[in-house]
């Protein structure tokens, strides 16, 4: 599977921005997908996943009531809607996607998926 993500750029805190994960290839299967950030100096983080039949979406704390991770499976589409934007939002996003089903904890590690896309910077200015 490939995975290519899109709809960074540069915005007012307090804004909005869609950021699109399309995937294609091999998709038949792939149950887990999830959005990374990360900020220069920092780690990558978790920030949401979502399960193929979109019933299990966990969020970080940090983006809770702010963003909202969705799909299309029809055009094999992952989004990530993030609303009312924070400087601390700053950073590099990346979705990944993994063939395994996860459950707790195994959502938010970053080495439980096997394939990355390639990144879309987002930029929340204050």
């Known amino acids: 599977v490939q995975l290519q993500a899109s709809g960074g750029g540069l915005v007012q805190a307090g804004g909005s921005l869609r950021l699109s994960c399309a995937l294609s290839?091999?998709?038949?299967?792939?149950?887990?997908t999830a959005w990374f950030r990360q900020a220069p100096g920092k780690e990558r983080e978790f920030v949401a996943g979502i399960s193929t039949s979109s019933g299990i979406k966990p969020y970080a704390d940090s983006v809770k009531g702010r963003f909202t991770i969705s799909r299309d499976n029809a055009k094999n589409t992952v989004y990530l809607q993030m609303n009312s934007l924070k400087p601390e939002d700053t950073a590099v996003y990346y979705c990944a996607g993994d063939y395994r089903r996860k459950v707790g904890s195994a959502w938010t590690t970053d080495n439980g998926y096997n394939y990355w896309g390639q990144g879309t910077q987002v930029t929340v200015s204050s």
């Open positions: 290839g091999r998709t038949f299967g792939l149950y887990t």
